[in-house]
């Protein structure tokens, strides 16, 4: 069965400090994953996703295929890193999974 | 701000009542999601359609039904067998294709049952 999950609900740090948000994940096959973000008062958006290997606002995450995880990384984190931060799956049939979110806050 | 649209933004119904959620994109989608969002449980799978007059159920469409009669809408009925139907409502769209596969989200639409 597919599953995504996320172990931390909630996540403070303060300003500055490193911040890494764990995901790991169950999929037979070769998924695609997704970090996507949803800021207070805003649309769920989607954060940056594997294949691009890219850096968005400061944030990383790599495919680690021996531990199934793509842990979602920053370090140095800003006030407006404050969100909500879903980790997703997407296998064959374009169908997404979900983990179940974690709500990062930064300290000032 | 336009890509997906819901609506209502708020929405209250009666027990016993069914109840439809619109959902629009003009982003030329095929596949069309609903999500339902509860705080500590993330996103869950209702229903979804990769293409019109076609949909699949997903992990809770217990009390629940879509139609996909045109690519651009895929509309939301909330029937009163579903026993716990207050909660966030999201839709989502996305186009196919391997590297096409980010999904966008409307705002959403809070169902109160009273």
């Known amino acids: 069965a597919q599953r995504v999950t996320q172990p931390e609900k909630l996540l403070s740090v303060f300003k500055g400090a490193p911040v890494e948000l764990k995901c790991n994940y169950s999929y037979s096959g070769s998924p695609e994953l997704f970090w996507y973000v949803q800021y207070s008062r805003q649309r769920l958006q989607l954060l940056l996703r594997h294949i691009s290997r890219e850096s968005i606002k400061g944030f990383t995450a790599d495919l680690n295929k021996g531990e199934t995880s793509f842990h979602l990384k920053k370090p140095f984190a800003q006030e407006e890193d404050s969100a909500m931060y879903y980790c997703?799956?997407?296998?064959?049939?374009?169908?997404?999974?979900f983990g179940t979110g974690t709500s990062l806050t930064v300290i000032p | 701000d336009g890509g997906i649209t819901q609506s209502p933004k708020y929405l209250f119904r009666k027990e016993g009542q069914n109840v439809t959620l619109s959902c629009e994109q003009n982003?030329?989608?095929?596949?069309m999601y609903w999500y339902r969002q509860d705080p500590g449980q993330g996103l869950r799978l209702i229903y979804y359609?990769?293409?019109?007059?076609?949909?699949q159920k997903g992990d809770i469409a217990e009390g629940y039904s879509v139609s996909r009669e045109k690519k651009e809408s895929f509309p939301l009925t909330v029937t009163s067998a579903q026993k716990n139907p207050t909660a966030f409502y999201l839709c989502a769209s996305t186009a196919q294709g391997k590297g096409y596969n980010e999904q966008f989200f409307g705002p959403g639409t809070r169902l109160t049952v009273l």
């Open positions: 997703a799956l997407s296998g064959a049939g374009n169908q997404f999974y």
């Open positions: 359609s990769q293409i019109v007059n076609d949909f």
């Open positions: 982003l030329n989608h095929d596949a």
